[in-house]
């Protein structure tokens, strides 16, 4: 494998309602960064899970404007992503607190984010939301 390249991955998602009348969670997958932000450099991929409590709101707007917000990041463009990951939370937070006092609602999220780099991983998480690795072992031959 490149240095910058990432590992072969398989990528998928599941959700269920539970007993509220409406979904109130929402993800990003974005397997490329690079393409859809016209990043040079080390391959990029960039997943979050944003968990809404009390409406979907929240986990919408932090669905839109995350990524948008990490890129844009001076510490992103500098290749510090802890830092640029905890601003665009705060951003994010902002950008969230902003639109529900326009829009007069009262609900949020919590987030886990992956951000992949080449063959580094960094997360980050508010609240309970929580990212699990899992690894698996080549079949053997026989």
């Not at 994010?92 to 007069?104: G, I, N, P, W, Y």
């Not at 309970?128 to 690894?135: F, K, P």
Request: proline fraction near 3%; charge should be negative.
């Amino acid at each position: 494998m490149d240095k910058g390249k990432l590992a072969k991955m398989e990528i998928g998602f599941h959700e269920e309602c539970g007993p509220r009348p409406q979904m109130e969670d929402a993800h990003l997958i974005i397997p490329d960064l690079n393409k859809m932000f016209k990043i040079k450099g080390d391959q990029m991929a960039l997943f979050a899970v944003f968990d809404g409590h009390g409406g979907k709101e929240a986990a919408k707007v932090a669905e839109e404007v995350f990524a948008q917000i990490l890129v844009n990041e001076t510490e992103f463009k500098a290749g510090n992503y802890e830092k640029a990951l905890y601003n665009a939370f705060l951003k994010t937070d902002q950008e969230v607190l902003k639109r529900s006092e326009a829009d007069h609602w009262t609900n949020g999220c919590t987030a886990c984010v992956v951000l992949l780099v080449g063959k580094r991983l960094y997360t980050a998480n508010l609240g309970d939301a929580e990212a699990v690795l899992g690894i698996t072992k080549p079949k053997e031959k026989g």
